[in-house]
């Protein structure tokens, strides 16, 4: 029996939930199986390999990068997979999107991988479901900087983006 991603939480204000990645799908979202924190005691009552079984996919909580096709998709796609391939991400699961994904805050030693993004110019934060001041400023930095995605007028928040026709889109693919 696979393990259960919430019971790996016993708090907000600790990362329970380590994922080994094995595929980036985009540039928020990233696909792994998760992996026992090797700090922590294991729960004797608990399998540790039902956890090496657990695979979940993640949508970075705060961001919303370029689609693929869209101008920057395919930069901010390889710059996450550049990231985090292969290695341990911490997670502080949100919950559930529609699409079944998990929406976490996520982090690579210790260091907020959204933050990383949006310092690089490669995703906007998403105002709509967030409120992290630190991501609003981070953003803003990026953009007087003209830093990835804001060094074009092409750049299209990805909301809008998914809203438009294929002939719309056009005019803002790589």
């Known amino acids: 029996m696979a393990a ?15 994922l080994k990645v094995c595929r980036v799908i985009d540039g928020d979202t990233f696909e792994g199986r998760m992996t026992v924190n090797t700090k922590e005691v294991y729960n004797p009552g608990v399998n540790p ?54 929406i976490a805050t996520a982090y690579l030693d210790g260091a907020d991988i959204a933050e990383e993004l949006l310092k690089e110019g490669l995703a906007w934060h998403y105002k709509e479901y967030d409120s992290n001041s630190r991501y609003a400023q981070l953003e803003t930095e990026a953009k007087l900087d003209g830093r990835g995605l804001w060094c074009d007028d092409r750049a299209v928040p990805p909301w809008e983006w998914r809203r438009m026709s294929k002939y719309e889109r056009d005019a803002y693919r790589n």
């Open 4 to 18: 259960s991603v919430t019971g790996c939480l016993s708090g907000s204000d600790s990362v329970k939930v380590f």
């Open 49 to 102: 390999w039902a956890y090496e079984l657990t695979k979940i996919v993640v949508r970075i909580n705060g961001i919303d990068a370029p689609e693929r096709g869209q101008f920057y998709g395919d930069v901010a796609t390889l710059h996450l997979q550049w990231l985090i391939s292969g290695k341990a991400v911490g997670l502080k699961l949100k919950q559930r999107d529609s699409y079944g994904r998990w």
